[in-house]
């Protein structure tokens, strides 16, 4: 009996830690120095450990919010009570009073969609303002009165909003002085520091708001008791933090020490460790004092007026800046201000797409409306680095092919290297052959599949063969290939190309690429060619006319599509491997020299390949496929036919139980071995 005794109180405590620790969340700043806080805008930790939300400057935002999201609902219909306690210091930027306050914030990201400076704190915008999709709830402690007016007149007051500006409750910022109900007021932005308790009951539904000078203890009575559910307000887990902004009038605005508590209340602070700010002190109001100040404001504005009057004029002179001997060959140079208001402000709206190498935005130009792609590359690269990449961009800015994006030009501007691309509407190939099967406007057909074949062919002939250099792309994928808006497509992402003159040979020695296009040799020795953009390509025929990716998992097990479609050719039944969503509406012909050529193009062994000007021939049929050669007329040709000849071109038998399950394997190697070189 007492074992078992023993056992069960062992379960209640394993269960009732479980519960309690799932129930709570505390946590306390004693100023922030060690804290891992979000934070953005504006918002930066001081060498003393004082959070700054914001400086003294116009129109400016600053967020800071706990890192780890609060489970605010756990598992219960009501919103669990909580207890904050911070202190605030808010300081004007002179005598005068400024603006315009700060809250707390509870929130369902630690982000806020186009968040705007002044009445809206950096929570909200003119558009959302009010919104109850925002679920954000607040308490401004705010210095400024004038929201929805026509204009700001001073503040000093707390509020309690709901998903907008609007106070549901408001009150002046006083406390209750000496332990009587006689109220003081407290004035926000005098510069002194200010304690602050938020209180929610979450059973009785009823939030608590108190103020207090520093030194003081908590009044007994809140300057705000108002009944509110929250639940109806809030989402299951939310974020916890400060916002602040300045609008025309500015202040900065300090948070000193925190504390949070879930479900009790929040730990005291110690408020004689805390890192105070000292308040400035405005110059003395004298008639000398106001003479020199004068004065000294006239010659920095002359010398002010005189150095931008210098740049104004260099600008125009120059039209750019100031380009070093080594960028004079470049493409053109875009001003980076263009580029900035092309893409909004790099906005992420206009982000069109991620790659190893940076984001890609679309843009459009503010001088002649033209559209354009922005990929925008962070690089910590040294000076020479630099002009080894300048290099690549000269060449790639003279390549000049209809089935290749255009690089229009280029922008350096701090860490940030800015490529500018003609921009191509309809997006990437494998978007369009994975993602719009049932979309009728963008479906492939064959004779677009088709068409994207031919005219990539055409662009590796260019590359590879026609150009005043080879170049090898290194990287020939589906989603590296752009439609434009007559469905015709364009390779792109040279990120990873390599030039070298005719005659030449290639000392190119990364491993780069992406699983599933890899040839077999480039795993063995790290050495591209034109033959490794040939196997990619293979692949990518292959893919066009399966409609599968390169590697597909399936029945526990990687299937190789290469091997799929010699397995379906294996048991006569290569037509099989035809994408299910063409419903056999293509051109057999085509169809078997597409099969055929990707098979032949990734085989296994390089010198097997065939070259880019030979794949062009079998595929405008200015010559048969070894495969197809001396096969009779369509009525008449099998599958076993087909067979028998890729058997005669070592496709096949040995090939796939000793090459293929192993040479075409030999691209599944991890991601990370594949960053070298890029």
Request: hydrophobic letters at 40%; one cysteine or more.
């Amino acid at each position: 009996m007492a074992p078992s005794f023993s056992f069960l109180i062992i379960i209640l405590f394993v269960l009732f830690n479980f519960f309690f620790i799932s129930q709570s969340l505390n946590f306390t700043y004693n100023g922030f120095n060690s804290s891992s806080l979000l934070q953005d805008g504006s918002s930066l930790i001081e060498p003393n450990g004082a959070l700054r939300l914001t400086e003294n400057k116009r129109n400016v935002i600053g967020h800071a919010f706990y890192p780890t999201p609060i489970p605010i609902f756990n598992n219960s219909p009501n919103a669990s009570s909580f207890s904050t306690y911070f202190v605030f210091q808010i300081i004007p930027s002179s005598a005068n009073r400024g603006g315009f306050g700060l809250a707390f914030v509870l929130a369902p990201s630690p982000r806020f969609p186009d968040p705007e400076p002044g009445h809206y704190l950096g929570i909200f915008n003119s558009r959302n303002d009010g919104s109850p999709s925002n679920h954000v709830f607040l308490v401004e402690f705010d210095t400024m009165n004038g929201h929805e007016e026509n204009s700001d007149t001073e503040g000093n007051h707390v509020g309690i909003n709901v998903n907008g500006m609007k106070s549901m409750a408001t009150d002046s910022a006083t406390f209750a002085f000496n332990g009587t109900r006689e109220n003081k007021e407290i004035i926000m932005e005098s510069g002194t520091p200010i304690q602050a308790w938020i209180e929610y009951d979450g059973h009785r539904k009823i939030l608590n708001v108190t103020l207090s000078p520093l030194l003081n203890p908590k009044p007994a009575t809140p300057l705000m008791s108002e009944n509110l559910d929250l639940s109806n307000y809030l989402r299951s887990s939310m974020y916890a933090g400060f916002s602040a902004a300045t609008g025309e009038k500015v202040s900065s605005h300090y948070i000193l020490g925190w504390s949070f508590k879930l479900n009790g209340m929040a730990d005291p602070l110690n408020l004689d460790g805390l890192p105070v700010k000292p308040i400035e002190k405005s110059p003395r109001n004298n008639a000398k004092a106001r003479k020199v100040l004068i004065v000294t404001f006239s010659v920095l504005l002359l010398f002010l007026l005189m150095v931008l009057g210098s740049i104004f004029l260099y600008r125009r002179m120059m039209k750019f800046e100031h380009l070093e001997d080594w960028e004079l060959d470049c493409p053109r140079r875009f001003r980076y201000w263009d580029l900035y208001k092309a893409t909004k402000g790099f906005k992420e709206s206009e982000m069109i797409g991620i790659g190893g190498f940076g984001a890609v935005y679309r843009g459009v130009l503010p001088t002649n409306g033209t559209e354009i792609a922005v990929k925008k590359i962070m690089s910590n690269n040294s000076i020479q680095g630099i002009r080894e990449f300048a290099a690549e961009i000269e060449s790639l800015g003279r390549l000049r092919h209809k089935n290749l994006v255009n690089l229009q030009g280029w922008c350096k501007h701090k860490k940030d290297l800015l490529l500018v691309y003609d921009y191509v509407p309809n997006g990437s190939l494998d978007s369009l052959l994975y993602k719009s099967e049932n979309v009728s406007t963008n479906f492939l057909d064959w004779e677009k599949r088709f068409n994207i074949i031919k005219g990539i062919a055409s662009g590796l002939l260019y590359l590879h063969e026609e150009w005043e250099k080879i170049v090898i792309h290194r990287d020939v994928k589906s989603s590296n290939i752009l439609i434009d808006g007559n469905m015709n497509p364009r390779l792109g992402d040279f990120g990873l190309a390599r030039f070298y003159d005719h005659g030449k040979i290639s000392h190119t020695t990364n491993v780069v690429g992406t699983i599933g296009y890899i040839a077999p040799e480039l795993t063995r020795t790290g050495k591209a060619s034109t033959r490794t953009d040939i196997f990619a390509f293979g692949i990518l025929l292959l893919e066009l006319a399966c409609g599968r990716a390169p590697i597909v998992f399936e029945m526990d097990r990687d299937v190789i599509l290469a091997d799929w479609v010699v397995e379906c050719m294996q048991v006569n039944s290569i037509f099989d491997a035809v994408d299910v969503n063409l419903k056999s509406d293509y051109v057999v012909e085509e169809m078997e020299i597409v099969l055929g050529l990707g098979l032949l193009c990734s085989h296994p062994k390089e010198e097997k390949r065939p070259n880019m000007r030979q794949v062009m021939k079998y595929l405008n049929r200015e010559e048969l496929l070894p495969l197809l050669d001396q096969l009779s007329s369509v009525g008449s040709r099998r599958s076993e036919e087909i067979t028998s000849r890729l058997l005669a071109l070592g496709l096949s038998d040995s090939i796939i139980t000793n090459a293929v399950h192993n040479s075409f394997s030999e691209g599944e190697m991890s991601s990370s071995s594949l960053n070298t070189g890029r």
